[in-house]
C-alpha cells in the first residue's frame, strides 16, 4: 500500500476529512504520504503479539467528582467568534441543509 | 543583554520593594519593542493589558508573598487568553478571541506574573522549526539565518533574547524542549497530567503538555510549582500531590544514577553535539553521578509510532474548525442551480474554509491521520503504532527500575538554516527522534544548555525523569547547570 498513492485515493481521504485540495497538493500528498507510510513500516515489523495498546497515560483519572452546577459560558459569549450567528435567536448559522 | 533578570531576581526585588512591577513591565515592553523587529517572537504584544496587570500587582496588599510577583511572562499562542486573540499562529483562528482563560493562564496571574504577549509557533503546533506559521518564521537569536527550532519558537526565543524571563510553551514531540536547545535555554516538559491542558488547543490530547522556558533550571522549577495540579476542568489531570519544586533542588543530593542509551544516540547525531554531550556526561560523573549504560530497544521506532498516533489524534481535534462557530468561514459563490442538493452547500462550505485556513503541513498531518484511521488502515497502522508505544513505555519502566534519569542529545542537530528542510517533512520529523519517545511514555524531561558548537551555535542535553519526578529531574538538571556556566551566555543583538 505504501508504496503508491493513487490521486483516488487522496481526494477520498480528503472527502472523510472535509478537506478541499487543489490538483498540486492532490499530487504533492499522493508522493509524501506514500513517503511517511513507506518510513512507518518499520513499525509494522516489530512484533507485537499480546502487546496490549497504549492509547492513554493515565492511570489515576480525576473526573470523579460531585455533580454540582457550576456557570458556563454565556450565550453572547458563546456566540461572539462565530462567523455567522443570530445573536437575537441565540444560533449559530450555517448554509441552508434543507429545501 | 539588557533585560530584566531572571524570575527569581525579578520575584525577589518586586517582593521586597527594590523594583516595581510596573518598572519591570515597562522594560520588558521597551526591550520587545527594541528587538522583536530583527526575531518576530511575538503574535501579539498587550501593553495596556500587561500594564495594568503590573499596576495591580503594586497595589496587591500581599505582594510579598507571591511566587511570581510582577513577573513578566510570554505565553504560547495556543493557549487562551480571555479577551486576547490566540491563533495558534493558523489563519483559520486570525481573529480568535476566546471568552475564558487557559487554567495555566489563572494560575500565573493568581501568582502575580504579568502576561505581556503571545508568541509564534508552528500553526496548532505542527512543527520542529516555527517556519510552518501563517504570519510569518522567527529567527534564531543566536543567528538571525537560522531556524529556533519548534514549535514553540517564538517562545524559546522571547527567552534567549532577554525579552522576558518566563515563557510558556506546549509540547506534544518535543516542541518545548527542542527548541529550548537550539536557542540555549532550559525548557521542561512536565509528566503528562501534571498540567491541566485546559485552554490550549488541541493537537494530541494524549501527547500534549503545557511546560515552562526559562533561563535556569531554578527558575523552571518556580514557574512548574505555580502552573502544576489537578483541574476539574481537564479530566486527565493528575491528582498526584505538587511538591515545592524549589524546595526540592535544595536538599540534600543523593547520589544520582544516569542512564545513558548509547546505541540509540551514537547514530545520525551531528559529531559536535555528540562530542557537547559526551562532555556533558563527563561533567555529570565528576558531580558525584554514577553513569549507566542502559537499552531502550524500541525507542528507534518512536518516530513513525509518534506520527501516526499523533496525526491521528490530531485529524480528530482539527475536525472542530469548520468555519461555524468560531474562526474564519470562506465565502463561496451563491449556486445558480439546487442540484445536488443543499446539503452539497455545507459540505463545500466545510471543504473551503479548511483549504483557505489550514496551512500545507496541517493538511498534510490531517491527511496522514485521517487515512490511518480510516476503514482497512486502522489495526496495521494505529492500533500497531499504539502497541509499539506500550512497548516503548515499557522500556523506559525496565531503565527506570536501575536509573534516576535517562540522558540523551535533545537535538540531533543544532539549529539549520530557514528554509532548509520544509519541502522535506520526513526530513523535519527526524529532528523530533530523541524528543517523542517522552510523550509517548507521558515522561517529564527537560533540555538545559550544554555548549556550543563552533559556529557559535546552542547545543542542548535533554534528561527524562519517572512519572511525576519532576523533583528528581530537576535536581539533576540543576547539579549539570551548577557545573557549567553555558547557561549565562546570551546572544549579541
Same mark, same amino acid.
Given at each position: 500500500?505504501?508504496?503508491g498513492f493513487s490521486r483516488t485515493q487522496v481526494e477520498a481521504v480528503a472527502a472523510l476529512a472535509n478537506l478541499?485540495?487543489?490538483?498540486?497538493?492532490?499530487?504533492?500528498?499522493?508522493?509524501?504520504?506514500?513517503?511517511?507510510?513507506?518510513?512507518?513500516?518499520?513499525?509494522?515489523?516489530?512484533?507485537?503479539?499480546?502487546?496490549?495498546?497504549?492509547?492513554?497515560?493515565?492511570?489515576?483519572?480525576?473526573?470523579?467528582?460531585?455533580?454540582?452546577?457550576?456557570?458556563?459560558?454565556?450565550?453572547?459569549?458563546?456566540?461572539?467568534?462565530?462567523?455567522?450567528?443570530?445573536?437575537?435567536?441565540?444560533?449559530?448559522?450555517?448554509?441552508?441543509?434543507?429545501? | 543583554?539588557?533585560?530584566?533578570?531572571?524570575?527569581?531576581?525579578?520575584?525577589?526585588?518586586?517582593?521586597?520593594?527594590?523594583?516595581?512591577?510596573?518598572?519591570? *513591565?515597562?522594560? %520588558?515592553?521597551?526591550?520587545?519593542?527594541?528587538?522583536?523587529?530583527?526575531?518576530?517572537?511575538?503574535?501579539?504584544?498587550?501593553? &495596556?493589558?500587561?500594564?495594568?496587570?503590573?499596576?495591580?500587582?503594586?497595589?496587591?496588599?500581599?505582594?510579598?508573598?507571591?511566587?511570581?510577583?510582577?513577573?513578566?511572562?510570554?505565553?504560547?499562542?495556543?493557549? *487562551?487568553?480571555?479577551?486576547?486573540?490566540?491563533?495558534?499562529?493558523?489563519?483559520?483562528?486570525?481573529?480568535?478571541?476566546?471568552?475564558?482563560?487557559?487554567?495555566?493562564? $489563572?494560575?500565573?496571574?493568581?501568582?502575580?506574573?504579568?502576561? %505581556?504577549?503571545?508568541?509564534?509557533?508552528?500553526?496548532?503546533?505542527?512543527?520542529?522549526?516555527?517556519?510552518?506559521?501563517?504570519?510569518?518564521?522567527?529567527?534564531?537569536?543566536?543567528?538571525?539565518?537560522?531556524? =529556533?527550532?519548534?514549535?514553540?519558537?517564538?517562545?524559546?526565543?522571547?527567552?534567549?533574547?532577554?525579552?522576558?524571563?518566563?515563557?510558556?510553551?506546549?509540547?506534544?514531540?518535543?516542541?518545548?524542549?527542542?527548541?529550548?536547545?537550539?536557542?540555549?535555554?532550559?525548557?521542561?516538559?512536565?509528566?503528562?497530567?501534571?498540567?491541566?491542558?485546559?485552554?490550549?488547543?488541541?493537537?494530541?490530547?494524549?501527547?500534549?503538555?503545557?511546560?515552562?522556558?526559562?533561563?535556569?533550571?531554578?527558575?523552571?522549577?518556580?514557574?512548574?510549582?505555580?502552573?502544576?495540579?489537578?483541574?476539574?476542568?481537564?479530566?486527565?489531570?493528575?491528582p498526584e500531590r505538587v511538591p515545592d519544586y524549589a524546595t526540592a533542588l535544595k536538599g540534600d543530593r543523593r547520589?544520582?544514577?544516569?542512564?545513558?542509551?548509547?546505541?540509540?544516540?551514537?547514530?545520525?547525531?551531528?559529531?559536535?553535539?555528540?562530542?557537547?554531550?559526551?562532555?556533558?556526561?563527563?561533567?555529570?560523573?565528576?558531580?558525584?553521578?554514577?553513569?549507566?549504560?542502559?537499552?531502550?530497544?524500541?525507542?528507534?521506532?518512536?518516530?513513525?509510532?509518534?506520527?501516526?498516533?499523533?496525526?491521528?489524534?490530531?485529524?480528530?481535534?482539527?475536525?472542530? @474548525?469548520?468555519?461555524?462557530?468560531?474562526?474564519?468561514?470562506?465565502?463561496?459563490?451563491?449556486?445558480?442551480?439546487?442540484?445536488?442538493?443543499?446539503?452539497?452547500?455545507?459540505?463545500?462550505?466545510?471543504?473551503?474554509?479548511?483549504?483557505?485556513?489550514?496551512?500545507?503541513?496541517?493538511?498534510?498531518?490531517?491527511?496522514?491521520?485521517?487515512?490511518?484511521?480510516?476503514?482497512?488502515?486502522?489495526?496495521?497502522?494505529?492500533? $500497531?503504532?499504539?502497541?509499539?508505544?506500550?512497548?516503548?513505555?515499557?522500556?523506559? &519502566?525496565?531503565?527506570? &527500575?536501575?536509573?534516576? %534519569?535517562?540522558?540523551?542529545?535533545?537535538? =540531533?542537530?543544532?539549529?539549520?538554516?530557514?528554509?532548509?528542510?520544509?519541502?522535506?517533512?520526513?526530513?523535519? @520529523?527526524?529532528?523530533?527522534?530523541?524528543?517523542?519517545?517522552?510523550?509517548?511514555?507521558?515522561?517529564?524531561?527537560?533540555?538545559?544548555?550544554?555548549?556550543?558548537?563552533?559556529?557559535?551555535?546552542?547545543?542542548?542535553?535533554?534528561?527524562?525523569?519517572?512519572?511525576?519526578? &519532576?523533583?528528581?529531574?530537576?535536581?539533576?538538571?540543576?547539579?549539570?547547570?551548577?557545573?557549567?556556566?553555558?547557561?549565562?551566555?546570551?546572544?549579541?543583538?
Amino acid at each position: 500500500m505504501a508504496s503508491g498513492f493513487s490521486r483516488t485515493q487522496v481526494e477520498a481521504v480528503a472527502a472523510l476529512a472535509n478537506l478541499e485540495l487543489s490538483d498540486s497538493e492532490i499530487e504533492l500528498f499522493a508522493k509524501q504520504l506514500a513517503e511517511i507510510l513507506e518510513y512507518a513500516t518499520q513499525v509494522q515489523n516489530i512484533d507485537t503479539t499480546g502487546v496490549p495498546p497504549t492509547a492513554s497515560v493515565v492511570t489515576r483519572h480525576s473526573a470523579d467528582r460531585p455533580d454540582v452546577v457550576a456557570g458556563s459560558l454565556d450565550r453572547p459569549d458563546a456566540l461572539a467568534n462565530a462567523p455567522d450567528a443570530s445573536l437575537q435567536a441565540g444560533l449559530f448559522k450555517v448554509p441552508r441543509v434543507i429545501g | 543583554m539588557s533585560g530584566v533578570g531572571t524570575i527569581r531576581d525579578v520575584r525577589d526585588d518586586v517582593q521586597n520593594g527594590t523594583r516595581k512591577a510596573t518598572d519591570v *513591565c515597562e522594560q %520588558v515592553l521597551a526591550q520587545i519593542s527594541a528587538r522583536d523587529p530583527k526575531l518576530h517572537a511575538f503574535n501579539t504584544v498587550m501593553h &495596556e493589558r500587561a500594564l495594568a496587570c503590573a499596576a495591580a500587582v503594586d497595589r496587591h496588599p500581599q505582594r510579598a508573598t507571591l511566587p511570581l510577583a510582577g513577573v513578566p511572562v510570554a505565553l504560547k499562542d495556543n493557549l *487562551c487568553t480571555r479577551g486576547v486573540r490566540t491563533t495558534a499562529s493558523s489563519k483559520i483562528l486570525e481573529t480568535f478571541v476566546p471568552p475564558f482563560d487557559a487554567t495555566v493562564v $489563572k494560575h500565573l496571574e493568581a501568582a502575580g506574573a504579568v502576561i %505581556v504577549g503571545k508568541t509564534n509557533c508552528d500553526e496548532f503546533a505542527m512543527g520542529s522549526s516555527t517556519e510552518n506559521s501563517a504570519f510569518g518564521v522567527t529567527r534564531n537569536p543566536w543567528a538571525l539565518d537560522r531556524i =529556533p527550532g519548534g514549535s514553540s519558537g517564538g517562545s524559546a526565543v522571547a527567552v534567549a533574547a532577554d525579552m522576558v524571563p518566563l515563557a510558556l510553551g506546549s509540547d506534544t514531540g518535543g516542541s518545548i524542549r527542542q527548541p529550548a536547545a537550539l536557542c540555549g535555554i532550559v525548557g521542561l516538559k512536565p509528566t503528562y497530567g501534571r498540567v491541566s491542558r485546559y485552554g490550549l488547543l488541541a493537537f494530541a490530547s494524549s501527547l500534549d503538555q503545557i511546560g515552562p522556558l526559562t533561563q535556569t533550571v531554578g527558575d523552571a522549577a518556580l514557574a512548574l510549582s505555580v502552573i502544576a495540579g489537578v483541574d476539574p476542568a481537564d479530566a486527565t489531570s493528575a491528582p498526584e500531590r505538587v511538591p515545592d519544586y524549589a524546595t526540592a533542588l535544595k536538599g540534600d543530593r543523593r547520589t544520582l544514577t544516569i542512564g545513558v542509551p548509547r546505541a540509540l544516540v551514537e547514530e545520525g547525531v551531528d559529531p559536535e553535539v555528540a562530542g557537547a554531550f559526551k562532555a556533558a556526561l563527563e561533567t555529570l560523573r565528576e558531580a558525584g553521578a554514577k553513569l549507566v549504560d542502559i537499552v531502550l530497544p524500541y525507542a528507534g521506532a518512536a518516530i513513525p509510532v509518534y506520527y501516526l498516533v499523533a496525526t491521528a489524534e490530531a485529524s480528530s481535534n482539527l475536525a472542530r @474548525y469548520d468555519g461555524v462557530r468560531y474562526g474564519y468561514r470562506a465565502t463561496l459563490p451563491a449556486r445558480a442551480t439546487t442540484q445536488g442538493g443543499m446539503h452539497d452547500d455545507l459540505r463545500a462550505m466545510y471543504g473551503r474554509t479548511r483549504a483557505e485556513g489550514f496551512g500545507v503541513e496541517v493538511k498534510r498531518r490531517i491527511m496522514l491521520g485521517t487515512y490511518v484511521l480510516s476503514a482497512g488502515y486502522y489495526d496495521a497502522y494505529y492500533l $500497531k503504532a499504539q502497541q509499539v508505544r506500550t512497548l516503548i513505555r515499557q522500556d523506559y &519502566e525496565r531503565a527506570f &527500575e536501575h536509573v534516576d %534519569v535517562v540522558a540523551m542529545p535533545t537535538s =540531533p542537530t543544532p539549529a539549520f538554516k530557514l528554509g532548509e528542510r520544509v519541502s522535506d517533512p520526513l526530513q523535519m @520529523y527526524l529532528a523530533d527522534v530523541f524528543t517523542v519517545s517522552a510523550n509517548l511514555a507521558g515522561l517529564p524531561a527537560v533540555s538545559v544548555p550544554c555548549g556550543f558548537t563552533t559556529a557559535n551555535l546552542p547545543i542542548g542535553l535533554q534528561l527524562t525523569g519517572r512519572m511525576f519526578d &519532576e523533583a528528581t529531574l530537576l535536581a539533576a538538571a540543576d547539579t549539570y547547570e551548577r557545573h557549567t556556566e553555558w547557561w549565562k551566555r546570551h546572544p549579541t543583538l
